[in-house]
């Protein structure tokens, strides 16, 4: 396949996958006319809930008839869920005339997979200078490829946790560290504070923005959500308070994510009514974020009980996925796959009252973690096995009437599980 291709060259045009530095972008993106000095752009950065806040952000903007463009990464299934241009996924042929008229710019000159492809969507956007850009940064911030707009309309501070320490100095693996690298570079222009796991977390991030002269919108002090009927929840900020339908993906923490993108919109002040917050809540998507299989080669082994894939890898992410597991009355079977620089055994500590926890290997990935060393580290769970495979491991649980099947541990894992399904 001719998209294939392009994309094995890419990855060879650079011997680290990652390689912390703004100047190989800045070059091409120069031989490309600086296409990202003439876009509008919202960046999103943190640790969790960036994807989930921008298709909230997405999905309003749509019902008010915005047109947007959309970067967002990794992908889960093909790489053209990163390139969303006026509102729609650029075909292959549409990719590969992008892709092929960037590479021959670059001319074959050193850059990171992640870095031309930043470029190449930087390019196509500026062909739509009126549209939204929303912007997902990768691994932090400061050194990543989408940090280099001139101005933007907001940043996004999405929560943030411990996660890719492995990418720090060994004696700054902190979150001190990770809030600085994501948040002490932000544009002055707005910046909307999502909610964070503790106090001391959000006091790091006042902390670090202090001298930063955008306008600053916080969660709990600017807006907050809350939850007093079943089909509503209420969202409250200065300009008011509305009350909401419930959204169509699972789990409390969406709530803090579609809260985010709702005080984003308000924050802008760009005509978004609330009749377009209510259309757009129940339209919004997230692919592998705790989303149920209801049909397809997995879900026939697993019959008339729930299956559920959620792509969480950190601390923060399985804290947020244990909230919901526990708000649910009935027995949990999880099935783990995981990356190998992840800190396995807080990740798993964050689950409680599982019935049982059956790890598998991650077959496309090289540097994850075998399903076996998996299960020894798991060992303070209750209740751990191993199976190579995600079907024998399904074929291998006991489910009874009523149990919840979860698949988890790597948005790499769950790629695999929708790709299989």
């Not at 076996?372 to 580290?377: A, I």
Request: proline share 3%.
């Amino acid at each position: 396949m001719k998209i294939q291709k392009i994309l094995s060259r890419f990855q060879k045009l650079h011997p680290k996958k990652i390689d912390l530095s703004l100047d190989r972008i800045k070059n091409l993106c120069k031989k490309l006319g600086n296409p990202q000095d003439k876009i509008k752009a919202i960046s999103v950065v943190g640790t969790n809930g960036k994807n989930s806040t921008i298709n909230g952000i997405f999905s309003i903007l749509k019902e008010a008839k915005f047109k947007c463009n959309v970067y967002t990464s990794p992908h889960i299934l093909k790489i053209n869920e990163r390139f969303i241009f006026n509102n729609k996924e650029l075909n292959d042929n549409e990719l590969v005339d992008l892709f092929e008229e960037v590479e021959n710019i670059n001319d074959n000159k050193p850059i990171t997979f992640f870095e031309i492809l930043t470029a190449s969507y930087f390019y196509k956007a500026a062909q739509y200078p009126e549209n939204i850009n929303l912007l997902e940064a990768g691994l932090f911030h400061r050194f990543d490829a989408t940090n280099i707009l001139k101005e933007n309309l907001a940043s996004v501070i999405c929560s943030c946790s411990i996660d890719h320490t492995d990418w720090l100095p060994k004696d700054e693996r902190t979150i001190e560290r990770i809030i600085f690298e994501k948040t002490s570079n932000l544009l002055n222009s707005n910046i909307i504070v999502a909610k964070q796991g503790s106090k001391k977390i959000m006091d790091c991030i006042k902390s670090t923005i202090t001298q930063n002269q955008s306008k600053k919108v916080f969660f709990n002090d600017d807006f907050i959500y809350s939850v007093n009927e079943n089909d509503f929840f209420y969202y409250k900020d200065k300009l008011g308070s509305l009350k909401l339908p419930m959204p169509n993906i699972l789990g409390q923490f969406q709530l803090e994510n579609i809260s985010t993108a709702i005080a984003v919109l308000r924050t802008l002040g760009i005509g978004i009514k609330d009749e377009h917050i209510k259309k757009g809540i129940p339209k919004i998507t997230s692919l592998a974020r705790l989303q149920e299989i209801k049909s397809g080669k997995l879900k026939e082994l697993v019959k008339n009980n729930r299956l559920l894939v959620d792509g969480s890898h950190n601390e923060d992410g399985a804290r947020a996925l244990n909230e919901f597991l526990q708000s649910l009355k009935c027995n949990k079977h999880i099935i783990v796959s995981m990356m190998a620089n992840k800190d396995h055994v807080k990740y798993i500590r964050y689950f409680k009252n599982i019935t049982s926890i059956t790890t598998i290997d991650l077959k496309t990935q090289p540097n994850s973690i075998s399903g076996k060393d998996l299960k020894e580290k798991f060992k303070i769970m209750p209740n751990v096995q191993y199976q190579p495979t995600v079907e024998q491991a399904i074929k291998s649980i006991n489910l009874k009437e009523g149990d919840l099947l979860l698949i988890t541990g790597s948005l790499y894992g769950a790629a695999e599980v929708l790709s299989l399904n």
